[in-house]
C-alpha cells in the first residue's frame, strides 16, 4: 500500500508471459447454472450454441459445465497464479455470457490496480537516466535572471 491508500506495483509480465511463447492464463472455467430457474436462461443458451466454439478456440481453457439447483448462475474462473474470480450470470443474454467468458480469458487474473511507474527494470543503472543535457556543459541549463 502507498501513501494514497490504494495498492500498487511496478510494470511487469505475468509470469514472464512474452519472452517466450504465449501462455493463456485462465486454467479452468465452471459454469454453475440451474436446469430450470428462469435466471439461468442464458447460461443455457450460451451451452447450446457457444461453448463449443470457444472450447475449440482455446484449447488450454479446461471447461466445466455444473448444472446444479441453485437460485443464480456463475461462472468460476480460476488462474494460473491461483486467483479465483466468480461473476454472476443471472439475467444475462448468451451474446453477454461469451463477452463475458472472452474477457475472463484475456485477463491475468491479478487484480487491476495503479502502476507506480511506466517503465522498470530488475538492474538499474548506476549512471542514471538519460535526458537531453547529459553530454551537454551545464551553462545550457543554467537560466541567467536579471533583473
Same mark, same amino acid.
Given at each position: 500500500?502507498?501513501?494514497? $491508500?490504494t495498492?500498487?506495483r511496478?510494470?511487469?509480465s505475468v509470469?514472464?508471459n $512474452?519472452? $517466450?511463447?504465449?501462455v493463456?492464463q485462465l ?5 454453475v ?5 428462469r435466471?439461468s ?6 451451452i447450446e ?18 448444472p ?8 468460476i ?5 491461483g486467483?479465483?474470480?466468480e461473476?454472476?450470470i443471472?439475467?444475462k443474454? $448468451?451474446?453477454?455470457i461469451v463477452q463475458?467468458?472472452q ?13 507506480r511507474?511506466?517503465?522498470h ?7 542514471g537516466q538519460w ?7 551545464t551553462?545550457?541549463n543554467v ?5
Amino acid at each position: 500500500m502507498t501513501s494514497r $491508500g490504494t495498492p500498487s506495483r511496478f510494470l511487469q509480465s505475468v509470469l514472464r508471459n $512474452g519472452l $517466450g511463447r504465449y501462455v493463456c492464463q485462465l486454467k479452468r472455467l465452471t459454469l454453475v447454472f440451474s436446469k430450470e430457474a428462469r435466471s439461468s436462461h442464458g447460461a443455457r443458451e450460451f451451452i447450446e450454441e457457444n461453448i463449443v466454439d470457444f472450447a475449440k478456440q482455446n484449447p488450454s481453457i479446461v471447461m466445466y459445465v455444473a448444472p446444479q439447483k441453485c437460485s443464480h448462475p456463475k461462472l468460476i474462473a480460476e488462474y494460473l497464479n491461483g486467483a479465483v474470480k466468480e461473476e454472476q450470470i443471472n439475467r444475462k443474454t $448468451g451474446e453477454e455470457i461469451v463477452q463475458l467468458v472472452q474477457k475472463l480469458a484475456n485477463q491475468s487474473g491479478l487484480d487491476i490496480i495503479r502502476i507506480r511507474k511506466l517503465y522498470h527494470t530488475d538492474s538499474p543503472s548506476i549512471q542514471g537516466q538519460w535526458h537531453p543535457f547529459i553530454n551537454k556543459p551545464t551553462s545550457l541549463n543554467v537560466k541567467d535572471r536579471k533583473s
